[in-house]
């Protein structure tokens, strides 16, 4: 089993959707989590962290279940612009390396 | 704002070969990793490194090594270039300090990524 799930897609919705990505993670003692952007032949970046309380950043919206295991990310109003591999990413255990799990990938393609 | 920067974009090689990528951040950060991306499987670790002269092998080290002699600097080196080794190659790092800025914390960096073909 993958340490970090996702479904790969592609995901392909009119502009002005909402649109939804899960993520599930295996290690019940991972601490951090995060959603990574990679734009076509580009490198990834953070879209922003997940916080156990959920939180929301303009059109984005993380959230995670511990008891599940489980982290979404809500998009609400794609743009074209949104077009792009969302990265699910978790902190490997609870030390201090740095070292991050990604997940494959979900492909969203926005169209006009 | 953080710069990581990878000394090729595009390299062609021949099977055998040893092949240097080298990976350099401006951010004095403590950790730096080495990644292949290939289609379907994501991106994987192949070694990490979270101090100077210290490496630690990630998930796919098999036909590779690293060097960090500097705090900047992370390179990594195939011995014996083979054709399974053709990918895109990512460097990122990240600090292991903590700032005001809550993401900035085990925030990975990345390169833009080397895209090596072995022949």
């Known amino acids: 089993r993958k340490e970090v799930e996702q479904d790969p897609g592609p995901f392909n919705v009119p502009e002005g959707a909402t649109v939804a990505f899960n993520c599930t993670y295996s290690?019940?003692?991972?601490?951090?989590f995060f959603w990574y952007r990679q734009d076509c032949r580009k490198e990834p970046k953070l879209l922003m962290s997940?916080?156990?309380s959920g939180n929301e950043d303009g059109r984005f919206t993380a959230q995670l279940n511990r008891a599940s295991q489980y982290i979404s990310l809500l998009i609400r109003d794609s743009k074209l612009s949104d077009s792009a591999t969302y990265l699910c990413?978790?902190?490997?255990?609870?030390?201090?390396?740095?070292?991050?799990?990604f997940g494959q990938g979900t492909t969203l393609q926005v169209k006009p | 704002d953080v710069k990581v920067t990878q000394s090729s974009r595009y390299l062609v090689k021949r099977t055998g070969e040893k092949v240097f990528l080298e990976c350099v951040q401006d951010?004095?950060?403590?950790?730096m990793f080495w990644y292949r991306q290939d289609p379907g499987l994501g991106l994987r670790l192949i070694y990490f490194?979270?101090?100077?002269?210290?490496?630690e092998k990630g998930d796919i080290p098999e036909g590779y090594s690293v060097s960090r002699e500097k705090k900047e600097r992370f390179s990594l080196i195939l011995e014996s270039a083979s054709t399974n080794q053709t990918s895109m190659y990512l460097c990122?790092?990240?600090?292991?300090?903590?700032?005001?800025?809550?993401?900035?914390?085990?925030?990975?960096?990345f390169g833009p990524g080397t895209r090596l073909t072995v022949l």
């Open positions: 997940v916080y156990s």
């Open positions: 951010m004095d950060h403590e950790n």
């Open positions: 290690n019940s003692a991972s601490q951090s």
């Open positions: 990413v978790v902190k490997a255990g609870s030390g201090n390396t740095g070292k991050l799990i």
């Open positions: 990122a790092s990240s600090s292991r300090i903590r700032t005001s800025r809550k993401a900035s914390y085990n925030e990975q960096f």
């Open positions: 490194s979270y101090d100077v002269k210290m490496k």
